[in-house]
C-alpha cells in the first residue's frame, strides 16, 4: 500500500507564508514526479506545480515567482513553499505523486487526502 500524507494547511492573512509538506510511505520502487494541486469550491483542480526527481519543477502562471516546490529524495517527502499569499490561493491542496512500486513493479498516480489553505483578506 501507498500512502501520501500532506500537513501544514491553515488559515494565513493575506501576504503571509505557509509550508506545506507531504510524505510518501509504502512499498515504493522508485518516484518519478511529485507534484501539488488545489481545488476551490466550485472549481475543478487545478496544476499548482510539479518536481521531476531530476529537480526540474513547472509551475502554472498563477503561483509563478510565489511558490516554491522542492523534494527530499531520500525521505521521499515534497514541500510547497507559498508565499506572498492571495485570498484567490484558498483552496484544498492536494498531493500527487507518480510513483513505481515496489511490490507489483506497475506504475501509478497517488494522491493524498488535502489539506486545507485559507487566505484572509
Known amino acids: 500500500q501507498v500512502q501520501l500524507v500532506e500537513s501544514g494547511g491553515g488559515l494565513v492573512q493575506a501576504g503571509g507564508s505557509l509550508r506545506l509538506s507531504c510524505a510518501v510511505s509504502?512499498?515504493?520502487?522508485?518516484?518519478?514526479?511529485m507534484g501539488w494541486y488545489r481545488q476551490a469550491p466550485g472549481k475543478q483542480r487545478e496544476l499548482v506545480g510539479t518536481?521531476?526527481?531530476?529537480?526540474?519543477?513547472n509551475y502554472s502562471d498563477s503561483v509563478k515567482g510565489r511558490f516554491t516546490i522542492s523534494m527530499d529524495n531520500v525521505k521521499n517527502t515534497v514541500y510547497l513553499q507559498m508565499s506572498s499569499l492571495k485570498p484567490e490561493d484558498t483552496a484544498v491542496y492536494y498531493c500527487?505523486?507518480?510513483?513505481?512500486?515496489?511490490?507489483?513493479?506497475?506504475?501509478?498516480?497517488?494522491w493524498g487526502q488535502g489539506t486545507q489553505v485559507t487566505v484572509s483578506s
Open positions: 518536481i521531476h526527481r531530476s529537480g526540474v519543477t
Open positions: 509504502g512499498s515504493i520502487f522508485s518516484i518519478k514526479t
Open positions: 500527487n505523486a507518480n510513483l513505481l512500486t515496489g511490490r507489483t513493479f506497475t506504475w501509478g498516480d497517488y
